[in-house]
């Protein structure tokens, strides 16, 4: 008969030194220092901001975009639109002839959805590094000149910037995101010294052009952005996290928000993940970097799930193990703890949520943040 105390006591064993080890790895790896060169020279950049129904954020967007550091005549900007319905295209041309902005507005004609439509689009770019950002993201204004100096090294092929959340402060919704992009920011910038990250920030990523003019993003992928990262990576380049590069996101403000926002997002790195295998063992990134990332993503949410309804059980067999809830209301350990335990946890039921489809749930994230 299986001894379920053991086996519990196995899964939380596994659970520490997985993520204990990534992180110590990651966090001595972070710290190394990179030099970038100086150079005069800022390189042509595209700008592309998918769009589909955003009238109601994409005049923010465009205003924002306005006021972004970069010399204008190195820069142009798309407004990719998915054949909205809205009054999406009519707002944007109306803000950016307000605005006296260097953009147009572009419909696509590669069939319906993002993936679909960036693949219509890249091969008639004719700048050096194209810049991809959602039309829900806001980008500091010197993000673009970051991003630009990555670019000198000639085995950089992308750059993703990092994601800072803004919302109510009250809501649960953010205070269980911010402990989890602590880390989030140890593991990506520990990606990137040792090879390339694992996970691609939607919101602001760059690729050099010429490569995605060689690429086809897999127009089922829901991760389009992680998609892309493994294809470029398979190309010989690497893609690094640039923690200076900085995007504002707006978090879910309701927890169900939140909970198919991760749901939706998980469902697509997974896919992504599964259709790499290949990639194993070859190189530091399928030696180090994305074995860990296939235990945290496939294997991890699993045990997890064990662990939390073995733990009733346990408690009856040993009310002393009462004591492991404690944990939670430490400080800082106890909400980091928290917060990657209903992350992890909300996994297994992921396939509950399309990967596709409408963001209704989520659009109180996008409309309702209090100033």
Not at 196 to 201: A, E, P
Request: aromatic share 10%; with cysteine.
């Amino acid at each position: 008969m299986i001894n379920l105390l053991s086996l519990w006591q196995v899964l939380v064993a596994f659970e520490i030194a997985l993520f204990l080890s990534y992180t110590l790895i990651m966090y001595i790896f972070s710290k190394k220092k990179v030099e970038l060169p100086e150079i005069d020279y800022l390189p042509t950049i595209s700008l592309i901001i998918p769009m589909y129904n955003e009238e109601k954020i994409i005049k923010e967007k465009i205003e924002n975009t306005s006021q972004l550091d970069y010399p204008k005549d190195r820069l142009k900007i798309i407004l990719l639109d998915d054949h909205s319905t809205d009054n999406s295209k009519d707002i944007s041309s109306r803000t950016i002839q307000e605005q006296s902005l260097n953009a147009r507005v572009i419909e696509s004609k590669g069939g319906k959805g993002k993936a679909r439509a960036l693949n219509w689009l890249f091969p008639s770019l004719e700048s050096e590094i194209t810049v991809i950002s959602d039309a829900d993201a806001l980008l500091k204004e010197d993000s673009l000149l970051r991003i630009s100096k990555n670019f000198a090294n000639p085995n950089i092929g992308g750059v993703t910037g990092k994601i800072v959340i803004i919302s109510d402060k009250t809501r649960l919704s953010k205070s269980q995101e911010e402990p989890y992009r602590f880390y989030f920011d140890i593991w990506r910038l520990g990606e990137s010294n040792v090879q390339s990250v694992s996970v691609c920030n939607g919101p602001l990523m760059s690729f050099r052009t010429d490569l995605l003019k060689k690429i086809k993003i897999d127009p089922d992928a829901y991760a389009d952005d992680s998609d892309m990262l493994f294809k470029i990576i398979r190309l010989g380049y690497r893609v690094i996290y640039n923690p200076a590069a900085i995007v504002y996101e707006r978090v879910p403000l309701s927890v169900k928000g939140r909970i198919i926002q991760k749901m939706k997002r998980i469902n697509g790195l997974r896919s992504v993940y599964m259709n790499n295998l290949d990639m194993l063992g070859k190189g530091l990134f399928g030696k180090i970097i994305y074995p860990y990332a296939l235990l945290t993503h496939i294997i991890s949410p699993t045990i997890i799930l064990f662990i939390v309804l073995l733990y009733p059980l346990i408690v009856l067999q040993n009310p002393l193990f009462l004591g492991f809830l404690l944990i939670l209301f430490m400080p800082k350990i106890g909400g980091t703890l928290l917060s990657f335990m209903i992350t992890q946890f909300i996994m297994n039921f992921s396939f509950l949520v399309p990967a596709s489809g409408s963001w209704k749930a989520v659009e109180d994230a996008r409309y309702n943040l209090k100033k």
